[in-house]
């Protein structure tokens, strides 16, 4: 072997024993390839108990591959690499679609026409995972030597192997392996997953890892859509009562003469209706975590209860003498800024003190523009799966028309969006998503055009309440001026939906 090879295989055999992050140790063995193999991209994949493909570091290819995931028996390539325990090489005339076709970070160039090679990963005996490599070159590969190609698919392995061992290590001493824990794991799952490899992100997952482990409470913040949930569900997952449940409650939905008894229960006569006794959500989550979202939306009578049960972990059910002791978590969240809440006496000081412990906030997407093809590849993979059209992809220009979004509705709007054109293109089935089938207005008109952005400092909180009035006069006259049809509309209780537009004044 010559010396540039040589010096590349000794830095990935270093790199194995080095305390780096799982995808660093990816990374840095798929450039050693690039340096050596006459590649113009190449992609690493670990398989998973499901018999998926995940891939976790890619070369001159389109960052969204890391959202995707990859179906073997959808990818006739991929299928026949799995299938040999030796390299396997595909000419530039096979009749093989290739996984990559489209998605070179080159938008100029194609890669319809290249020659492939891809090797195996197995770990005693067992399949591990997939390396592959294209080139635009025809021929490229012919020349390489079985024997170093092996010796890359063998170190590639060995790094699957040492991370894998590591993490299920950590696995092992996180987890108790029970059927709750496995219907925890079901129900969290899900949720989705927390993707982004911007440098906020990263932030982000840090302050979940640093809190996690306690049993603080913590303050979720973020406009609408940011993934406020999905952070909760997360620092559950790796708090020291994760094998517990997560208790969820949606403050903003709670119907005001049931709120008291949905959070702390009730015993049977308490009021009408009353017929058995209840366990409120304090008691469901005992031990475990209470996730409490909106809470900016709690009225005041219930802040004062709610803050007795989180000094003294103590309650009462509706209609009892009795108290009963708790040992729950708190995770609330937020759209609201509460220090303004407070200010105006719509929140109390006490009980905001109590929850902003550890006081996390949730970047919006205009923050982290950076993980906008990843997202992008990881949202599409949902349509991807339920068309079964494994090589539908965003065309690059696309990606960089959405870069350039501000994304008033964060996530929540960039997965709608990519939905609704993903449809269109499948309907002219097309496998390559164009800016036509976009609806999304030039860059900068929402600003100009849009009565909710003003010119001139005003208070938020007025801003807010003349956009909800506006939208509950429009809605009662989409309904007919039905309050029951537009509780509906709107997705909430009738009772509160009712209270607030009598508080913004409509009759």
């Not at 050596?36 to 969204?64: H, M, R, Y």
């Not at 592959?132 to 020349?143: H, I, K, N, P, R």
């Not at 600003?447 to 009662?476: A, D, G």
Request: glycine share 6%.
């Amino acid at each position: 072997m010559n010396s540039k090879l040589d010096n590349v295989l000794l830095n990935i055999a270093l790199n194995l024993s080095a305390n780096l992050a799982s995808d660093q140790h990816y990374q840095h063995l798929i450039d050693g390839i690039d340096q050596v193999f006459p590649c113009d991209a190449s992609a690493l994949f670990i398989l998973d108990k499901e018999g998926l493909l995940t891939p976790v570091a890619v070369k001159g290819l389109s960052p969204a591959v890391l959202g995707r995931r990859f179906y073997p028996q959808a990818h006739p390539r991929l299928e026949a690499i799995m299938a040999s325990k030796q390299p396997v090489r595909f000419d530039a005339d096979s009749p093989l679609p290739d996984p990559f076709d489209g998605i070179l970070l080159n938008e100029q160039q194609t890669i319809d026409i290249h020659d492939c090679l891809g090797c195996s990963l197995y770990v005693e005996g067992q399949l591990v995972g997939v390396l592959t490599l294209d080139s635009l070159t025809v021929g490229a590969f012919d020349e390489i030597e079985t024997v170093a190609i092996e010796t890359f698919a063998a170190l590639a392995a060995a790094t699957l192997r040492n991370i894998a061992q590591f993490n299920a290590l950590k696995d092992q001493n996180k987890k108790q392996k029970s059927l709750t824990d496995t219907l925890i794991q079901q129900a969290r799952s899900q949720q989705g997953e927390m993707v982004g490899i911007s440098a906020v992100m990263q932030r982000l997952r840090t302050n979940i890892a640093t809190v996690a482990k306690s049993d603080y409470a913590v303050l979720i913040s973020g406009e609408t859509g940011t993934g406020k949930e999905l952070v909760a569900h997360e620092i559950h997952a790796q708090s020291t009562r994760a094998d517990t449940p997560m208790i969820y409650i949606n403050c903003a939905a709670l119907p005001e003469g049931l709120a008291e008894s949905e959070l702390f229960g009730h015993v049977k006569g308490a009021f009408t209706g009353a017929n058995s006794h209840r366990a409120g959500k304090f008691e469901l989550a005992d031990g475990g975590t209470l996730f409490l979202d909106e809470i900016g939306e709690l009225p005041l009578i219930l802040q004062a209860k709610l803050l007795r049960v989180i000094q003294q972990g103590e309650l009462q059910r509706v209609g009892s003498d009795q108290h009963l002791h708790v040992n729950v978590r708190i995770i609330a969240a937020t759209n609201r800024q509460l220090e303004t809440e407070v200010e105006l006496g719509h929140f109390r000081a006490d009980l905001y003190h109590r929850l902003n412990v550890f006081p996390i906030f949730v970047p919006s997407l205009r923050e982290r523009h950076d993980d906008i093809p990843v997202l992008a590849g990881y949202l599409l993979e949902k349509v991807r799966h339920q068309f079964n059209i494994p090589n539908l992809h965003l065309h690059p220009k696309v990606l960089n028309m959405l870069e350039a979004k501000p994304w008033p509705g964060n996530i929540r709007e960039l997965e709608h969006t990519l939905t609704r054109a993903a449809l269109r293109a499948i309907q002219d089935e097309q496998n390559t998503i164009t800016s036509q089938y976009f609806d999304l207005a030039p860059t900068g008109d929402v600003k100009n055009t849009s009565s909710f952005f003003p010119e001139q400092s005003q208070p938020m909180r007025q801003l807010v309440e003349h956009y909800q009035k506006q939208l509950i006069e429009h809605t009662l006259e989409k309904t007919h001026k039905n309050w029951a049809k537009s509780a509906d509309f709107l997705q909430m209780d009738r009772g509160n939906l009712y209270r607030m537009g009598k508080k913004l004044g409509i009759k």
